[in-house]
């Protein structure tokens, strides 16, 4: 094999779901048929009318439509509590890890089942029922799980807003999908400060301006004290008291939507990608068994918010539709100190962490003393997910972390993908630092080039999809044009990725990043787009254009050039306030990492601002700029390059 290669060890084979032989056939057996494939797999669910289709699907342009399992029914809620009370009723399902490092504890299937329908209960006392769109604006404490699950229960769809988000992206989210219903906590908690979460709903509802949010449902988190608006707002221990915990989980056709989830695009505001039943948790769940080598009895650990998509599919669904213990971690790596994640793995014996490069960078930073003074003898298949891995990252999680004694599983999907299409398998994928390695069963990669031309074998690219695969995305919420326009006009025919790629000679996929206008900044995906407009709206802000750069922690930082109306001065106060506008407006996560302040942008003599420029010299990589002779001032460079601020 070419180039660096870590080898599938004895002890990873032994007991694995599948070795390579395995995985080959099953992977050939699933793209060469998959109705036979996954109307075999389809079946890992339980159904309570059984399918009789399995793929109906179209990638064609002007009619792409995505169906699996459509004349089946179930329910998620009763896939991931209700099916397992006979055999793992006493078996812990979550296990919640606070904050604080004093607080746990173990929630069993049992109970789960209890709080869930008793959750279910409030919702439809408030007139929430099936298709009814719910947002959860929640922090990392099980009422999530719960309200996630209760939704599911009731044929409800709900759409997670990450608590990072501001109340004026919450307020956009609340409207793009009409919720009548909210759902939140007093206040969050994460590294011992307190988030505002009732008082930013409050916020959002205001900014409103309309009478659509019906209810508030608040979980006391905290206790602290927070407004109630009479008649809207209730806490949810005092209405879960008045109902009991029984609540018949509702039959929904397979192809009934489960929940929204808004994510950044190139353009315009985000985007509501809509996953529904049948083949997403058919597909979640396949996953989380064969990408982690899940096997029975093991403690499962996915650090990420139940805000992204990774929570959904790999701290919920995935993990309890196959009758894991799942847990749950409400505070932040470095809290309160960076030794807490390993703490945290020994004290509930995980088997299996699965967390983003930036964590690892960013612990790595802090040497090797912090991870040596814990045991991680429990720890057997480490993930990765949400932005490459670099090798030297890669080779730190692997050596320092898992002792070379864990096996490393990089993998690579999206909001839009419902989960992980190109990854490992722990006892059949030889790794190499630094690649997602091959495609998952009915996941069929295709490379090709500006033009859309197919390549083969090694190549560099545009990473494609040729066809459906049951996880996938289904619309976007109320726009099904722009679902089509987004992700399958650019090469018609073939799902689009917007991810550019490299493939070796042995077929292994290597994630370059993104070749559009989105950046991924400590794995959360950004448009530079919603960045540039809130800047703009700034009064003293006339133009500004927005780039990724390469950062050491976050994988890429924010670099804003900012354009300032005549007459004003551009300077660090200026830049302090531009960035608390953007987090204001946005949130933390879009804050930017740096700001120049520009005369003029470098555009083409049709007024096109050039990026590609923008982002050389972010990049502190000014000597290479290409043909600068179409600009219509060629001299806002030299200024450009002059006050750049990404210097070493
Ligand atoms: C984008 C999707 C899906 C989980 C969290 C992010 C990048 C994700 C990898 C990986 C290289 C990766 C891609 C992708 N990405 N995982 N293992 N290697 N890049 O979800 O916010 O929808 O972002 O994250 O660029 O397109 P998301």
Redesign the pocket.
Not at 384 to 389: D, K, L, N, Q
């Given at each position: 094999m070419e180039g660096k290669v870590v080898e599938v060890q004895a002890a990873w084979r032994e007991g694995a779901h599948v070795d390579d032989a395995q995985y080959r056939a099953m992977y050939e057996a699933s793209v060469s048929d998959p109705d036979a494939f996954w109307g075999e797999h389809g079946k890992r669910i339980d159904w309570m009318t059984p399918f009789t289709k399995v793929k109906n699907t179209s990638f064609a342009p002007g009619q792409v439509s995505i169906k699996w399992f459509e004349d089946g029914k179930t329910n998620v809620a009763y896939n991931c509590i209700d099916r397992h009370l006979e055999t793992r009723g006493d078996q812990t399902a979550i296990i919640w890890e606070g904050d604080n490092p004093d607080e746990s504890k173990h929630i069993t299937y049992r109970e789960l089942h209890a709080q869930v329908c008793r959750m279910a209960n409030v919702l439809r006392n408030r007139g929430v029922s099936k298709g009814d769109r719910v947002t959860l604006y929640m922090p990392m404490i099980p009422e999530a799980a719960y309200a996630m699950l209760a939704c599911a229960r009731l044929g409800a769809i709900h759409a997670i807003v990450f608590g990072g988000f501001s109340p004026d992206s919450l307020a956009s989210r609340i409207q793009g999908c009409t919720s009548k219903v909210v759902i939140t906590a007093d206040e969050g908690l994460r590294g011992g400060r307190k988030v505002p979460l009732k008082a930013n709903v409050d916020e959002a509802i205001k900014r409103l301006g309309s009478d659509l949010v019906e209810h508030v449902i608040v979980v006391r988190r905290t206790g602290g004290s927070v407004a109630m608006e009479p008649g809207r707002d209730v806490y949810y221990d005092e209405a879960a008291e008045q109902v009991t915990d029984h609540c018949p989980a509702e039959a929904v056709e397979a192809e009934h939507p489960l929940f929204i989830l808004y994510?950044s695009g190139s353009t315009g505001q985000p985007k509501g990608v809509v996953h529904t039943t049948g083949g997403y948790l058919v597909y979640a769940s396949m996953t989380h068994q064969y990408v982690f080598d899940y096997r029975e009895g093991d403690v499962y650990w996915c650090t990420a918010d139940v805000g992204?998509?990774?929570g959904h599919s790999y701290i919920v669904y995935g993990p309890l539709a196959n009758g894991a213990t799942t847990l749950m971690f409400e505070g932040i790596p470095t809290y309160p100190s960076t030794s807490r994640f390993w703490e945290v793995v020994d004290k509930h014996k995980v088997n299996i962490f699965y967390t983003a490069p930036t964590a690892i960078r960013s612990l790595m930073g802090g040497g090797e003393g912090p991870v040596k003074k814990t045991s991680r003898q429990s720890l057997r298949v480490l993930g990765?997910?949400?932005?490459?891995?670099n090798p030297e990252a890669w080779e730190w999680y692997y050596n320092v972390v898992g002792e070379q004694r864990c096996s490393i599983v990089?993998?690579?999907?999206?909001?839009?993908?419902g989960g992980i299409l190109i990854t490992p398998l722990p006892g059949a994928t030889a790794l190499k630092p630094g690649s997602?390695t091959r495609p998952f069963f009915g996941v069929t990669p295709e490379m090709v080039d500006a033009e859309g031309k197919v390549l083969q074998g090694p190549c560099e690219g545009n990473l494609c999809i040729a066809d459906s695969w049951p996880g996938q995305m289904r619309t976007v919420y109320g726009d099904h044009e722009r679902f089509e326009q987004t992700y399958f006009s650019t090469y018609p025919g073939k799902y689009f990725?917007?991810?550019g790629a490299r493939r070796d000679a042995d077929g292994y996929y290597w994630?370059t990043?993104?070749v559009d206008d989105v950046i991924?900044v400590s794995?959360?995906?950004m448009g530079t787009a919603e960045v540039e407009s809130s800047l703009v709206a700034h009064p003293k802000v006339a133009e500004a254009a927005v780039v990724g750069y390469p950062h050491n922690v976050k994988g890429q930082g924010i670099y804003a050039y900012v354009t300032l109306n005549d007459g004003e001065e551009g300077d660090d106060a200026l830049r302090k306030e531009l960035v608390t506008w953007v987090r204001k407006d946005i949130g933390p996560i879009a804050s930017p990492d740096l700001i120049q302040f520009a005369p003029g942008l470098p555009k083409t003599r049709s007024g096109k601002i050039m990026r590609r420029i923008l982002r050389k010299i972010a990049e502190d990589d000014f000597g290479s700029l290409g043909d600068t002779s179409t600009l219509a001032e060629p001299a806002v460079v030299d200024d450009l390059i002059e006050n750049r601020q990404n210097r070493p």
């Open positions: 994510t992204w998509v990774t990765s997910v949400g932005e490459p891995i990089d993998t690579w999907w999206q909001t839009e993908t997602a990725t917007g991810d994630i990043g993104r991924n794995g959360h995906r």
